[in-house]
């Protein structure tokens, strides 16, 4: 299994700030992975991290908007820019393991995040 | 990527048994049909997965029909703790490890 940590786990920002949500990971994964879930809806996937290149965004998701780092194997940030209150939202990081045959993802607990 | 369809919400009593159901009628011959639960104010975990055979572990058994186009999740006793969101996803093992999450069910547990 892997244990995921997030920082921060909540914050309330300002209208046209930005935050930065770090995710730590307890041991060297390949796959991290960066998800949206907004007020009571299910999670939707912002983008894929990927260690030494550019993350792979879904639809309707850009790099100016939420850019992503990935210095290692074991660290990701996702940066929410020019913030408005529709982001505000739960975001979660979550990693791919494959465990005796297994392959799961493990999330982290979340960084709620509320946009006055 | 495939999709599955789940009802909004159930409920069940407490130490009875519950089946969630999900159908995904245009499932591929390589995506497993994983399950994962949110409970309340935390992030997903892993319940349960499978391909084609029905399966078990500590938390839940897996039915899976025979053409593969839905499956069951069963949960054998609810408790209290088991109310949370139950997701259906399918992950095609030939592709990426990314997850599209449905709307999942929200298991409602009666005391």
């Known amino acids: 299994s892997a244990v995921i940590s997030q920082k921060p786990s909540r914050d309330i920002c300002q209208r046209g700030t930005s935050l930065t949500i770090q995710c730590q990971v307890d041991?060297?994964?390949?796959?991290m992975f960066w998800y949206r879930q907004q007020p009571g809806q299910s999670l939707t996937l912002i983008a894929t991290?990927?260690?030494?290149?550019?993350?792979?965004?879904e639809s309707g998701f850009v790099i100016d908007k939420f850019p992503i780092s990935r210095p290692n194997l074991t660290f990701s940030t996702l940066t929410v820019s020019n913030m408005s209150p529709e982001d505000s939202s739960i975001y979660l990081c979550?990693?791919?393991?494959?465990?005796?045959?297994?392959?799961?993802?493990?999330f982290g607990p979340g960084t709620r995040l509320t946009v006055l | 990527d495939a999709k599955t369809t789940q009802p909004n919400s159930m409920e069940s009593n407490e130490e009875e048994p519950v089946h969630l159901p999900c159908n995904h009628s245009?499932?591929?011959?390589?995506?497993?049909i994983h399950w994962y639960r949110q409970l309340p104010s935390q992030g997903p975990e892993y319940v349960i997965h499978?391909?084609?055979s029905n399966v078990n572990n500590r938390m839940a058994s897996l039915a899976i029909a025979e053409d593969r186009k839905s499956s069951t999740l069963i949960l054998h006793r609810a408790t209290l703790r088991d109310a949370a969101v139950y997701y259906c996803?399918?992950?095609?093992?030939?592709?990426?490890?990314?997850?599209?999450f449905g709307t999942g069910t929200r298991l409602k547990v009666l005391a």
């Open positions: 979550s990693v791919h393991s494959r465990t005796g045959g297994t392959d799961t993802q493990y």
């Open positions: 041991s060297q994964v390949t796959m």
């Open positions: 991290a990927n260690q030494g290149s550019e993350a792979t965004y």
């Open positions: 245009t499932i591929s011959g390589t995506d497993y």
């Open positions: 499978g391909l084609t």
């Open positions: 996803i399918l992950r095609d093992v030939k592709g990426t490890y990314k997850y599209i």
